[in-house]
């Protein structure tokens, strides 16, 4: 399809195993971006990539978390020693440029589940 | 940094009536406001967005407003349906920040 495709869609994990996410973004899309959603909560933004701009990772929560992008293709977002606040809906998004010029398209998002 | 508060956090209208969210900012360097709407295991999907050089928006049921000065902006739906019933986010950025969302208003239009 032509849209932002995460996997997996459901992961389920124990404590203090790491997780790794993946995000194909839409063919052409410069701008990368990653967020977070809690149960019933708005999206908290984690990391930004734009073309060959060093990232913003100014939302990662803590140093258990880190995002790698190739080129202008596919990211991982790594999360190390799980924890079960780390339960969350894990949204990707693309779009054509980067900040406040450019609809987001996002992804259905990696339900990830510690217990 | 930004902070981007919404309310109400739920909103129950009847079909046909309409519905108003409202978001405050915190930065008035902000320029860009879009509104996404999240279907129940979807990922948002943007409806409409405005920029600061324009007061209001309006795209058929649905409008959008801002007031810079005091750093607000309303999203109006007109008319509402069944297939309202989301949860609808606002955002807001400046520059080549990323957006900044709210914390989401769950919509319930009753038939």
């Known amino acids: 399809g032509a849209g932002v495709s995460q996997s997996p869609s459901n992961k389920v994990t124990e404590k203090g195993k790491d997780v790794e996410l993946r995000c194909d973004p839409i063919?052409?899309?410069?701008?990368l971006y990653w967020y977070r959603q809690r149960l019933g909560q708005g999206l908290e933004f984690l990391i930004y990539?734009?073309?060959?701009?060093?990232?913003?990772k100014s939302g990662l929560p803590s140093d258990r978390f880190s995002a790698e992008r190739t080129g202008e293709s596919v990211s991982t977002l790594t999360i190390q020693r799980t924890q079960q606040e780390d339960s969350a809906v894990y949204l990707c998004?693309?779009?054509?440029?980067?900040?406040?010029?450019?609809?987001?398209?996002f992804g259905e998002g990696s339900r990830l589940t510690v217990l | 940094g930004e902070n981007v508060e919404q309310h109400p956090s739920t909103l129950s209208v009847q079909e046909g009536d309409s519905a108003v969210i409202k978001c405050t900012y915190s930065d008035s360097a902000s320029n860009y406001f879009p509104w996404y709407k999240q279907e129940l295991g979807k990922g948002p999907q943007l409806i409409i967005d405005i920029r600061s050089n324009v007061g209001e928006k309006k795209d058929q049921r649905i409008a959008v407003t801002l007031n810079k000065t005091a750093k607000h902006f309303s999203l109006h739906i007109t008319e509402t349906q069944p297939e309202d019933s989301a949860v609808y986010f606002c955002?807001?950025?400046?520059?080549?920040?990323?957006?900044?969302f709210g914390k989401g208003t769950r919509l319930s239009v009753i038939a």
């Open positions: 063919s052409g899309h410069t701008a």
């Open positions: 955002a807001a950025s400046s520059g080549n920040t990323p957006l900044v």
């Open positions: 998004a693309s779009s054509w440029v980067g900040g406040d010029t450019g609809e987001l398209f």
């Open positions: 990539f734009q073309g060959n701009s060093a990232p913003d």
